[in-house]
């Protein structure tokens, strides 16, 4: 039976671009995959592009004067103006590759901790992150804590899977140098009230990063609406290779802040005794960057954009208010995070009574279902919702009814295997 | 991988809960969340009791409810070599099908063998037994300075 939703795309015609969405696992069991929140797959479109660049135009990029060189730099570059368009950023100088969006995150923090006034970030000052942030956007905060004395403080979260902000006054005050917040959560999928925080960060003049690593893949990301300072995200979620993040940054403070990497690439001039810096992004991509992967990640926004966001987005709502209706039919299921598909992205976090996620997850492998099972480095959201790990399904563009049919059959497999 | 054994003891847990040790570890598997909390009683050279309470996987559960009936009663030295068997077995990625010899060391521990195939799984069997390693080497140091 064909389930039709409304807003769902054309999953027989999407699903032809991907080639290992056809694989069969576990001596013919078609394969399910549902892991889309650790990495999406591949489009041939996409694959194409890389092997084209390593067979016809493989050079190093800004040197040499040769043909190859300048095709590779012109595609590197070229990516460079796709990414700053799919963002809406103003200017393509505020695109800074990366190679992924843990990278980008610590190099705020690392520009941040070397800045000087105003954005100095010492220990007459504080940092505000989330309790559902991923470890790569904790991390950083708490070294950054470390090394400068800035207190770190965080929203908690409420029993229904949203951020608290209820404190908003007290958590966000006139020392705040910087607030760091995901988008769309990765073990939660909530949807964060971006424009409640911009306002009071904005207030006492705090900066504000987005991590929309879960939210550049889903949904139409445009950064002068978000009105952040910095956003991160990688490209290996986006149907782009892995190896390539992104961090945009407002103009003015590319400028004002301090490189973290050095060496060659992001300098002007060099002499034995000192250096000058080329402008941004460069001042921040020090070294040989991931060429094949810039332009890799340039043909995933291009394949994405043909798509349109807007209706990936749609299609991921129908699909995740489907599969928290179906999910809720299984006794004992308990979903981590909201239970609506209101202001929520594609992945599903749960607990399946007694039965720890290893099993859960072993068990649906065993017929062909891939879902990730853990604490999904969000360690925090677990201990705050008294869990030892979650078993997490997540949805892309070419997930389809019938998958989330094969999780709701596969999980009441599970149930009476272990009851 | 889920032989009825290993279902067996998830379900039925030998030795389950903290009692009176000479030594205490807890033990965390950091990938996947499992974790335990393992207690060593000595009588000289035997083993007295071995009490745990834990959360995890199945695998992980099982393997500490048939450490603790191997264990329990046996001497060091033999306890040692049960333990240095099943880390053999474990650690062989599927290679060693457990003959009679291997069989009458590891009993239950036997049904083990097929979770050696799976690399994220090993370490959820070897939880428990690492932990015990630990906490005897932790009671036998203490009791020398005691």
């Not at chain 1, 991390?139 to 951020?163: C, E, H, I, N």
């Not at chain 1, 504000?208 to 550049?216: G, I, L, P, R």
């Not at chain 2, 950091?30 to 199945?58: F, H, M, N």
Request: charged residues 25%.
């Amino acid at each position: 039976m064909t389930i039709l939703l409304p807003g769902l795309l054309d999953t027989d015609a999407i699903r032809k671009d991907f080639p290992i969405l056809d694989r069969t696992v576990h001596g013919g069991k078609k394969l399910v995959y549902l892991d889309n929140a650790a990495t999406s797959q591949k489009p041939r479109q996409v694959l194409d592009v890389l092997n084209e660049h390593y067979e016809q135009h493989n050079a190093n990029v800004h040197r040499g004067v040769h043909v190859l060189a300048e095709e590779a730099t012109a595609l590197y570059e070229g990516a460079r103006d796709k990414i700053a368009a799919f963002i809406n950023a103003p200017s393509r100088d505020e695109v800074i590759f990366t190679k992924n969006a843990s990278e980008s995150l610590n190099l705020v923090a690392n520009m941040l901790g070397w800045a000087d006034e105003p954005y100095r970030v010492d220990h007459d000052t504080e940092i505000v992150i989330t309790e559902m942030e991923h470890h790569s956007n904790i991390v950083p905060w708490q070294l950054l804590s470390q090394r400068t004395g800035a207190k770190l403080k965080w929203f908690g979260l409420t029993d229904d899977g949203r951020l608290d902000l209820s404190n908003i006054d007290e958590i966000i005050t006139e020392k705040t140098k910087v607030v760091s917040f995901v988008l769309v959560s990765n073990i939660l999928g909530t949807l964060n009230p971006v424009e409640a925080i911009v306002r009071r960060a904005q207030q006492v003049g705090a900066l504000v990063v987005v991590d929309a690593s879960q939210a550049a893949p889903h949904m139409p990301l445009d950064v002068q609406a978000l009105q952040a300072d910095f956003v991160a995200f990688t490209g290996h979620k986006m149907c782009g290779p892995d190896g390539i993040g992104v961090l945009w940054g407002r103009q003015e403070l590319l400028e004002d802040l301090p490189p973290f990497l050095g060496g060659g690439e992001m300098i002007e001039t060099v002499s034995m005794h000192s250096s000058t810096y080329a402008p941004a992004p460069h001042k921040f991509e020090a070294g040989t960057p991931p060429i094949a992967q810039a332009v890799g990640l340039g043909a995933a926004v291009d394949y994405l954009t043909s798509i349109g966001m807007e209706r990936i987005a749609r299609h991921e709502h129908a699909i995740t208010e489907y599969a928290i209706q179906r999910l809720q039919e299984i006794p004992d299921l308990r979903i981590i995070g909201p239970v609506t598909a209101e202001d929520r992205g594609a992945a599903i976090s749960f607990t399946l009574g007694d039965i720890h996620p290893h099993d859960v997850g072993q068990v649906l492998d065993e017929q062909g279902i891939a879902v990730r099972v853990g604490h999904h480095c969000a360690r925090p959201v677990c201990l705050r919702y008294g869990i030892p790990a979650t078993t997490r399904a997540s949805f892309y563009l070419y997930s389809t009814p019938a998958e989330v049919d094969a999780l709701v059959e596969g999980l009441e497999h599970v149930r009476n295997f272990f009851g | 991988m889920y032989q009825d054994v290993i279902l067996d003891h998830y379900k039925n847990p030998h030795g389950r809960g903290l009692r009176d040790g000479d030594a205490e570890v807890h033990h965390v598997n950091p990938t996947c969340g499992d974790e335990i909390t393992l207690r060593v009683r000595l009588a000289g050279e035997k083993i007295e009791d071995v009490s745990y309470e834990g959360q995890g996987c199945s695998i992980s559960q099982a393997s500490a409810s048939v450490l603790n009936e191997l264990l329990v009663g046996k001497e060091l030295a033999e306890a040692q070599r049960i333990q240095e068997t099943f880390l053999e077995l474990m650690q062989s990625k599927g290679r060693i099908e457990p003959d009679d010899a291997m069989e009458e060391v590891l009993e239950d521990a036997v049904a083990f063998a097929g979770v050696s195939k799976y690399p994220a799984r090993v370490k959820c069997a070897l939880l428990s037994w690492m932990a015990w390693k630990d906490a005897t080497a932790k009671a036998l140091s203490e009791g020398k300075t005691a």
